[in-house]
């Protein structure tokens, strides 16, 4: 359990911990637990920084009266509206009838439907508005776009040089301390940091930059997160910065990277592997083609593959009336938000039947990939005419590349 801890004079992490939570959201796993973090600001008026999860809605209450009553409460800011974050909101509004609500554009019409309150009132703050609480404490709220979703926000209190950035730079991670100066695990915590970035905001990596640019413009002494423990300037946070440029900024190559991914039960789609690579090669002299059996082959690599490369085809068989496992846990790594448009292709041997191949097919274009027109398929073993269609492919596939 988690008691109020004070940041700065009027300034405090009311939030809890969850040290069991082992999966969020279903994509990714939590080893360490987690904190569903929410501040309180105490000027003339008295603001909350986002809420916690439902299920500690009590906790969260106790933690706020140490310091506060709570018909003091005159704001509650929503940075971000998913509901690990505004799952106790509707219990605090009947807890604090009079309390206003306030939240960007997109996350005002997000709460109607997270809520179900479709009468609930919202004030808008667009970036540069701000609110003064009295006292010196005032807020400037920042656009922060798909940090991760369309409605992030940061909230900035300049004179305190303390910034509340709701996810970013943030990470699911439980310790008390609630500092990371005190951090008893480092390796554990930064296991945990880098795992939230390539789960929660490695699709945004443009926007991850922007957010960069915006933090730095800021000098803030403290950022705190909605997860995990409040990142210092003299501690964890220049360090975190630097990860995160690192980690989003794109990889510089001088040549094509076109990877061929493949399952092969006895072969035949293998050698079909092999002879669409010798025909891009063909035409792309200069790329990097190289063939990935995802049997063999180190997984991550591959997942790291297809959504880094300039293009790729996918090859499988079809096994009772279907595309192979392995496929398919292929096809859900792809980073799709970022991967829009990406030239791919698709190419596979069969036997009594061939679903694989267009269901594969139908998979990527759903993705909005930009699928080649043309697919390739044999029945059973491929003689010599076919692995010499099969070049004939790779290279009409590589001319699409130009």
């Not at 997860?227 to 001088?254: M, V």
Request: charged share 25%.
């Amino acid at each position: 359990m988690l008691s109020a801890i004070k940041i700065k004079d009027g300034i405090y992490s009311v939030g809890v911990l969850n040290p069991n939570m082992r999966i969020f959201d279903v994509i990714m796993r939590t080893d360490y637990g987690t904190s569903y973090n929410s501040y309180l600001v105490k000027g003339e008026k008295t603001a909350l920084i986002e809420t916690v999860h439902s299920k500690f809605f009590e906790e969260y209450i106790d933690n706020i009266k140490s310091v506060a009553e709570l018909s003091s409460i005159d704001y509650v800011i929503m940075n971000h509206n998913e509901p690990d974050h505004s799952g106790s909101l509707v219990k605090l509004i009947e807890a604090v009838p009079d309390i206003k609500i306030i939240t960007s554009k997109a996350g005002s019409i997000y709460l109607k439907h997270i809520t179900g309150k479709k009468d609930i009132e919202v004030i808008s703050v667009k970036d540069g508005d701000t609110l003064d609480l009295g006292g010196g404490k005032v807020l400037k709220f920042i656009s922060a776009p798909f940090l991760h979703w369309p409605d992030s926000i940061f909230t900035w209190l300049e004179n305190d040089k303390v910034v509340f950035t709701c996810d970013f730079l943030g990470c699911h991670y439980c310790e008390p301390g609630m500092f990371d100066s005190f951090v008893k695990y480092p390796k554990r915590f930064l296991d945990a940091f880098k795992l939230y970035y390539e789960a929660i905001f490695s699709p945004f990596k443009p926007y991850v930059l922007s957010g960069l640019e915006k933090l730095s413009a800021l000098d803030a002494e403290y950022v705190c997160t909605s997860h995990g423990p409040i990142l210092q300037k003299n501690g964890f946070l220049e360090k975190a910065k630097e990860y995160y440029l690192k980690w989003s900024t794109p990889e510089k190559r001088d040549n094509k990277l076109i990877p061929i991914f493949y399952c092969s039960a006895y072969g035949n789609t293998e050698k079909l592997a092999q002879s669409i690579k010798e025909g891009i090669k063909d035409v792309e002299k200069t790329a990097d083609v190289e063939t990935y059996d995802l049997n063999e082959a180190d997984f991550d690599t591959c997942a790291k593959l297809i959504n880094n490369c300039d293009a790729f085809l996918i090859g499988s068989p079809t096994i009772n009336r279907d595309a192979v496992r392995p496929i398919w846990v292929l096809t859900a790594s792809i980073d799709a938000i970022n991967s829009k448009g990406k030239p791919c292709a698709v190419f596979g041997s069969f036997g009594w039947s061939g679903e694989a191949v267009p269901m594969i097919t139908e998979r990527l274009k759903s993705l909005k990939f930009k699928v080649f027109d043309q697919n390739f398929t044999c029945q059973f073993v491929p003689t010599n005419e076919v692995l010499q269609k099969a070049r004939e492919f790779g290279q009409s596939f590589a001319e699409t590349l130009k």
